[in-house]
């Protein structure tokens, strides 16, 4: 089976089973019959948690979202500075720019091939692609210059050396923020609160569906919020699809 679909299936599963089992217990232990004040407080703490539980889901939801979508504009702006970066060096074509073009080739094997891997883990660095950076951004810094042409040229590799190198800070700060533990915490609190609520509410078989399709809802959600966690990490993972065309280009 998929790994995308089993990892679904186990959370909206598993959030459905909890709720349910939840929702019971409190029930059982509440009694059938709740007098009518035990009522009207169970509804009010569960709009207003409902309100709050909603608010944290979307808040973070729309973060995750927000950073995916920074990540594939930053990864396009990458591979778009390596490919000017490439194409003023060969136009420069004086000593050292051969470097730089081997350094830009190397940056990306390194990027797509061990960067991305470790930044995908809990413990991952870029130590590996920053050092690549730094052998184009030193090339780039020595290339001898003869005529106006190429100190032009010149200026504009350091320039774009210095972009990738903040490109690839933004994109690296994204994976350093993917630690979610707080979020985790209000969002299964906030489960448990409104599913105790539910205990005045007589566990009858149309009730019993309407609860297991809040679970499945919720469980839907905590899927996402959980795939877009980490954009390096499986299942939601964004390739370097950006960066590997550029290295063929470059090799060709």
Do not use: C
């Not at 490439?86 to 051969?98: W, Y």
């Amino acid at each position: 089976m998929n790994e995308t679909l089993l990892t679904a299936i186990v959370i909206i599963s598993g959030t459905v089973i909890a709720i349910l089992l939840v929702y019971h217990i409190s029930h059982w232990l509440v009694g059938p019959e709740p007098d009518s004040v035990t009522k009207e407080l169970s509804g009010s703490i569960l709009s207003r948690v409902s309100a709050i539980h909603a608010l944290i889901l979307g808040l973070v939801f729309a973060q995750l979202a927000l950073d995916y979508r920074s990540l594939q504009s930053d990864l396009g702006s990458e591979a778009d500075t390596i490919m000017q970066i490439v194409t003023d060096a060969k136009l420069h074509a004086g000593d050292g720019s051969e470097d730089i073009i081997a350094g830009a080739k190397d940056y990306i094997d390194v990027v797509v091939t061990q960067e991305w891997p470790d930044l995908a883990a809990a413990d991952g660095s870029a130590d590996a692609g920053r050092a690549a950076w730094l052998q184009v951004y030193q090339g780039s810094l020595i290339l001898t210059s003869d005529t106006a042409v190429q100190k032009r040229l010149h200026d504009s590799l350091v320039a774009n050396a210095r972009e990738l190198d903040q490109i690839r800070s933004k994109r690296i700060n994204i994976a350093n923020r993917s630690n979610q533990a707080p979020f985790w915490f209000a969002a299964i609190a906030g489960l448990v609160i409104i599913s105790i609520s539910f205990f005045a509410f007589a566990p009858s078989s149309l009730n019993i569906v309407f609860v297991a399709l809040f679970g499945v809802y919720n469980g839907i959600t905590l899927f996402l919020i959980y795939s877009f966690a980490n954009p390096y990490s499986p299942p939601g993972a964004l390739e370097p699809v950006a960066l590997s065309r550029v290295g063929v280009l470059i090799g060709q």
